[in-house]
């Protein structure tokens, strides 16, 4: 793995820190092929992912040196796109906490994500057309699903960037939280996610990454395999006699 990218296992959820804090976090190619291999650990295995940076910054753009050499071939190849698409992807929820300053393909790689948590400090947008170019890695599409178009289309037109707040009203976070606790926020979804059914998990992602022309035929069909799985007979029936002792203990403290 790269030294860009530092992996932690923490049992209930594997924790990826961008580290590169000299240049804040800039997403370069090394970094990219760190993520590419990480998604292709979690495509096995499974877990559910919390993206993090390192110094007080998620990722403050793509490395602006390496975009400057780039030319049509580079963008038709969509480096940075085919990467955070991958991590959208991935079959179990990703979570990115945000601290400091998510711009750019930073940003895009945090609407990637399945839930985004901030901290105070958050400043989050695309100011890509300053650079003479577009946010070509998810904004145009991503970002209107999460805070609707006519403020999608003042940040992406404008290059307006959001605060913490502006970001919390907006919908694009669903809290903002000093950073220490922000990832135990982040630690504690995800410790939730894993007492819950991998595969209903699993099949709700897939459900809410198709597209609207999918619905409702895609939950009729992911109900079906959940309706006929093992699990779901464990689980159910284990509530339902849990549901029965209460009932019972109820009842007796009643007569007393």
Same mark, same amino acid.
């Given at each position: 793995?790269?030294?860009?990218?530092?992996?932690?296992?923490?049992?209930?959820?594997?924790?990826?820190?961008?580290?590169?804090?000299?240049?804040?976090?800039?997403?370069?190619?090394?970094?990219?092929?760190?993520?590419?291999?990480?998604?292709?650990?979690?495509?096995?295995?499974?877990?559910?992912?919390?993206? *993090?940076?390192?110094?007080?910054?998620? #990722? /403050?753009?793509?490395?602006? $040196?390496? +975009?400057?050499? %780039?030319? =049509?071939?580079?963008?038709?190849?969509?480096?940075?796109?085919?990467?955070?698409?991958?991590?959208?992807?991935?079959?179990?929820?990703?979570?990115?906490?945000?601290?400091?300053?998510?711009?750019?393909?930073?940003?895009?790689?945090?609407?990637?994500?399945?839930?985004?948590?901030?901290?105070?400090?958050?400043?989050?947008?695309?100011?890509?057309?300053?650079?003479?170019?577009?946010?070509?890695?998810?904004?145009?599409?991503?970002?209107?699903?999460?805070?609707?178009?006519?403020?999608?289309?003042?940040?992406?037109?404008?290059?307006?960037?959001?605060?913490?707040?502006?970001?919390?009203?907006?919908?694009?976070? *669903?809290?903002?939280?000093?950073?220490? #606790? /922000?990832?135990?926020?982040? $630690?504690? +979804?995800?410790? %939730?996610? =894993?007492?819950?059914?991998?595969?209903?998990?699993?099949?709700?992602?897939?459900?809410?990454?198709?597209?609207?022309?999918?619905?409702?035929?895609?939950?009729?069909?992911?109900?079906?395999?959940?309706?006929?799985?093992?699990?779901?007979?464990?689980?159910?029936?284990?509530?339902?006699?849990?549901?029965?002792?209460?009932?019972?203990?109820?009842?007796?403290?009643?007569?007393?």
């Amino acid at each position: 793995m790269s030294e860009s990218l530092r992996i932690e296992d923490r049992g209930s959820h594997v924790l990826a820190t961008l580290d590169r804090p000299e240049k804040r976090n800039a997403i370069d190619q090394d970094l990219v092929d760190a993520l590419h291999e990480l998604c292709a650990r979690l495509e096995v295995e499974r877990r559910t992912l919390v993206l *993090t940076g390192s110094g007080g910054t998620f #990722a /403050a753009g793509a490395d602006i $040196a390496q +975009l400057r050499e %780039r030319r =049509a071939a580079d963008a038709r190849a969509g480096i940075n796109t085919r990467c955070f698409q991958r991590i959208r992807a991935l079959p179990m929820p990703v979570i990115a906490v945000l601290d400091g300053y998510a711009l750019g393909g930073g940003a895009e790689l945090a609407y990637a994500a399945d839930i985004r948590i901030g901290t105070p400090s958050l400043k989050i947008g695309n100011p890509e057309t300053g650079l003479g170019i577009i946010a070509g890695a998810g904004a145009t599409w991503r970002l209107p699903e999460l805070v609707g178009s006519a403020l999608a289309s003042e940040m992406l037109l404008t290059g307006r960037i959001l605060t913490a707040g502006e970001a919390l009203a907006a919908g694009l976070v *669903t809290a903002v939280l000093e950073p220490v #606790a /922000a990832l135990d926020r982040a $630690a504690e +979804l995800a410790a %939730r996610i =894993a007492s819950l059914d991998p595969a209903a998990t699993q099949a709700t992602k897939r459900t809410l990454l198709a597209p609207p022309e999918a619905h409702p035929a895609i939950e009729l069909d992911e109900q079906a395999v959940l309706f006929e799985s093992e699990e779901k007979e464990r689980r159910m029936t284990e509530f339902l006699e849990r549901r029965s002792r209460r009932a019972d203990t109820s009842e007796r403290e009643g007569e007393r």
